[in-house]
């Protein structure tokens, strides 16, 4: 069974962030990811976990 995973470019894309800035990350362990054809792919489950790690907070108050 082959892992399903976006291209660095495609998962920084959806992210918001930069392709550097993401590779850090990936550098750092905070996303983990792995290699297919030479190329990094970070799984989409652990896209989507970034994600909602990083969801920025709400600013409605009461």
Do not use: C
Not at 5 to 22: C, H, K, P, T, Y
Request: glycine fraction near 4%.
């Amino acid at each position: 069974m082959q892992m399903q995973g976006v291209s660095l470019a495609e998962a920084a894309r959806r992210l918001g962030m930069s392709q550097s800035d993401l590779y850090v990350a990936v550098q750092k362990g905070q996303i983990p990811a792995f290699r297919r054809n030479r190329r990094t792919v970070i799984p989409q489950a652990a896209l989507r976990a970034y994600q909602v790690r990083h969801r920025p907070n709400s600013d409605y108050r009461l």
